[in-house]
């Protein structure tokens, strides 16, 4: 798929953001790489078999119970 020498990394490979951007929409907030990973502004990623990679860098969020209103 690449054409780049050297060539990009595979997209399951450990460096595999470190391939070469070939579309590039930052108003909508994504990029595309020419190993087929979608990179997402907070590096999130779309692999290209479907599989979705959370940002490294996500928070979890966990919400308080809703106070009972019958106590």
């Known amino acids: 798929m690449c054409?780049?020498?050297p060539t990009c990394p595979p997209a399951?490979?450990?460096?595999?953001?470190?391939?070469?951007?070939v579309a590039a929409y930052p108003e909508q907030g994504w990029s595309l790489l020419c190993?087929?990973?979608?990179?997402?502004?907070?590096?999130?990623e779309l692999m290209p078999d479907g599989q979705v990679r959370p940002s490294p860098y996500a928070v979890a969020t966990t919400h308080p119970p809703a106070p009972n209103e019958h106590s």
């Open 3 to 5: 054409r780049h020498r």
């Open 12 to 21: 399951f490979s450990t460096d595999h953001c470190a391939a070469h951007v």
């Open 35 to 44: 190993n087929g990973v979608v990179l997402f502004e907070d590096y999130g």
